[in-house]
């Protein structure tokens, strides 16, 4: 069974999947392979419905669901060489809108943070529109203060995508990296190396409780809130698509449900 898995490791660094999805894909194709032995199913298709129901049924949101099935199929195609089909479909993903954060909230929540370098890389992932695990990847050669831009390589998909970087914070920036080499990371823990994903999620958490912020937000608000403030300022959908990175353009356009202002001028009967 360890060389399945070596194998399986193999072939997912082959075809360049990000060492997160080589870990999920591992976690479910385990998860899996266990609940069928437990379960003793041995037809295949059997298995798979039961074990995609019972994650259902554990309350799994639809895209877990979806990269589980994912994985199994990866597994049975690419690792097994399986000529059987597998006929099923994705899940139904909710579609829910994303929560977004005013601009009076992002000003209050960094007021609460009191952490200097806590509080630039909050800044930095709503004036950028980075994504938690970008912000702590950042390096010093990834940030161009004469052009004002922030160069992400090997992002969410292995893309690299150029985004903004506001001229309010360069000298926060300037004095951050003074004395840094170009491939040192540009946000450290205090144990040196970068910081993980966890922590400054927490430390966002912690913002937002002291601000006293009642909205269901994470860091990947910030995200929200940047797409969605861009296209309320008149920024063309299809430039804020590029910043984001987003494959499809229907993917940024839940932004304008957010930011309709059509529906915002409408008024309640109430008035």
Not at 72 to 94: G, M, P, Q, T
Not at 145 to 162: S, T
């Amino acid at each position: 069974m360890n060389n399945i898995f070596d194998k399986i490791v193999s072939l997912l660094k082959l075809r360049n999947y990000s060492l997160k999805t080589i870990k999920s894909y591992l976690f479910y194709i385990n998860e899996y392979l266990a609940f069928s032995k437990k379960n003793n199913i041995t037809n295949k298709n059997k298995a798979i419905e039961e074990y995609l129901l019972s994650k259902q049924s554990r309350g799994n949101s639809p895209q877990t669901i979806n990269l589980a099935l994912n994985s199994i199929k990866f597994f049975y195609k690419e690792v097994l060489k399986s000529k059987d089909e597998i006929d099923f479909r994705c899940a139904k993903k909710n579609k829910r809108l994303p929560v977004v954060l005013s601009r009076d909230e992002i000003k209050k929540i960094l007021s609460f943070t009191n952490n200097p370098k806590h509080k630039l890389m909050i800044s930095i992932g709503y004036a950028s529109g980075l994504r938690v695990s970008e912000v702590i990847n950042l390096k010093v050669k990834d940030v161009g203060l004469d052009e004002m831009i922030i160069h992400l390589k090997e992002a969410k998909g292995m893309k690299d995508r150029i985004t903004i970087f506001p001229e309010k914070l360069k000298k926060d920036m300037e004095i951050l990296v003074k004395n840094k080499h170009k491939n040192d990371f540009l946000f450290e823990s205090n144990r040196s190396g970068k910081m993980t994903t966890t922590s400054l999620q927490k430390t966002f958490k912690n913002s937002l409780k002291k601000a006293n912020i009642n909205k269901d937000a994470t860091f990947h608000s910030l995200r929200h809130s940047f797409a969605t403030h861009l296209l309320e300022n008149g920024t063309d959908v299809r430039y804020v698509q590029k910043l984001l990175g987003h494959n499809n353009i229907r993917t940024t356009q839940i932004y304008t449900q957010v930011t309709n202002p059509a529906i915002k001028n409408i008024k309640s009967p109430l008035e």
